[in-house]
């Protein structure tokens, strides 16, 4: 009871406060784990779940909260309660203060970088982790795995040739030197040669600095029954498609192998190849082995040609393709085939998700997941599933 005039009552203080929601209490909790005071916190950034918040508070300060408002407490519940939120706060500082201490997270790190994907597109998959999965998630390594190599799967886009536009076709094979574009011509040929619509070909080489390519190309020519012709000028490409072009399906073009730094020599080739009334079929060969910065440097120099898909060739000759895929996904470019090997026509295959995912080293995959994701591509040959180029 209240005593009079206040003598004999014991001394108190009155608290008053606002109970807020989870998210201003998250607020708090990022000020408190600020760069100013420490490193970023990737679980704070990531927003924990009310639920998740709400036991991790519950855990510190118990149920007694609940009854807390309005109320006067003495000194010594003043004394629990600084106590508490001194634990609280103690808590918060011992979360995680990097990625590196997340266990899986470093591990997805680590696997990512041995299949040589790049730092940049290791950034997006680590911020995804980190923004989808809830803490619980995070202690289970396999599910994690299984989900990123998903998210690597949505990020691969298929190119789909449609039906041809025009009779004859003319589809021409671009790329650096010593990435086998003589031999995957001679597969593409193969491929329609001896499709469901068993076209009618004519092989072309301009590789005139290169002898040896061009009687490569005829020998494969020969063994095929297609024949095969040499041209310097954009006006030996338009004779031959005058001449045969009544009874001519498609017309498959070798061209020379450059550097990609050879602005002069591919500006030249460009003059080639450019053909009056015919907008060719453009495909960008690369090695399935060349480093992301060089594939970079060839992505960007050959867009003079305006190339509409890229094959990757000697995918046999690696066992880390992230290279590929990691530009591949920053140039917002589809891959239409893979080719490995030197076998004509048997190492040559349409592109698909599910081949590249294969293809990663030690992490773990869900087939039965990823069959239903990333089914088969039709078995027309021309008609392809496509994709729309998932982003991270």
Sequence with gaps: MPKFLGLGSRPAVEVVYVVTDSSSIRDKMQEVNSPAQRSVNPVAQRKLKDDELKNLIDSVLGKSQSNMSGSVFPQNDINALTKKMEELSAAISQLPTSQQSIPVIKKVEELLEENEFTASYIKKITHRIRSEFSLDELNDEEHVQKKVVEWIGETIELYSQKEFSRRPTVLILVGPTGVGKTTTIAKMAAKYRFGSDD????????????????????IYGEHMDIPTTAAERAQDIVDLLRHDGNHLDMMLVDT???SPHDYETIGKMRAILDIPGHKPNVFLAISASTKASDLRDIFRNYETF????????????????????SVLQEKRKPVAFISSGQVVPRDFEEASVLRFLTKLTDFKLDMEVLEKKFPPRSKDGLEAETKDGGTL
């Design 256 to 258: 020379i192998g450059l």
């Design 199 to 218: 076209l009618k070909l004519r092989m072309v080489s301009i590789d005139h600095f290169r002898i040896a390519a061009q009687e490569q190309l005829k």
């Design 306 to 325: 305006e190339y509409e898909a890229v094959i990757v060739t000697k995918f046999d000759e690696t066992n880390h393709i992230g290279n590929i895929l």
